[in-house]
């Protein structure tokens, strides 16, 4: 059973963050599930719809719910090379959460940075190495030109 990663589909910043922690997750321990569908809804069912949009989570296989800056230590702890920078972000929480909320309030403007085709991407999408993008099919890894 994976560790789940809800997130707002409707946001691009939010699809790109997503594919980028995929991309690092080389134990394949991650799933990217959109909090607006079924599974997402049935994931975070004891919250209410407004409060599943008010940030992204993570949810454990055993069922517990981390939101927001709570949720970026425990993340970075499945990543490979995260402990470090998990310890880190456990150490300062306060200022985690600031800086999540900093990047939530600013995600449209980070989604221009960081471009169209990049935000295009659809994380919840897994097979066999490729990742969707505005419908079409791209190779990831070292042959790739991803960015």
């Known amino acids: 059973m994976a560790w789940s990663v809800l997130y707002d589909e409707d946001c691009g910043f939010c699809r790109w963050g997503v594919d980028r922690m995929l991309r690092l997750d080389t134990r394949h321990q991650l799933e990217a599930v959109p909090i607006q569908r079924a599974k997402g809804a049935e994931l975070l ?3 209410t719809a407004d ?9 454990s296989p055993g069922g517990r719910i981390w939101s927001g800056g709570e949720a970026v230590p ?3 702890r499945l990543l490979p090379g995260g402990k470090g920078p998990a ?8 200022t985690v959460d600031r800086l999540y909320r900093f990047v939530a309030r600013n995600r449209s403007t980070l989604g221009r940075l960081v471009g ?14 490729a990742r969707s993008y505005a419908g079409t099919k791209r190779k990831t890894g070292p042959e790739s030109d991803s960015t």
């Open 87 to 94: 310890l880190v972000a456990a150490r300062f929480p306060r």
């Open 116 to 129: 169209s085709r990049a935000c295009a991407v659809d994380p919840s999408v897994r097979s066999s190495g």
């Open 51 to 59: 409060d599943r949009l008010e940030s992204w989570h993570v949810r």
């Open 45 to 47: 069912s004891s919250m």
């Open 74 to 76: 425990v993340l970075l």
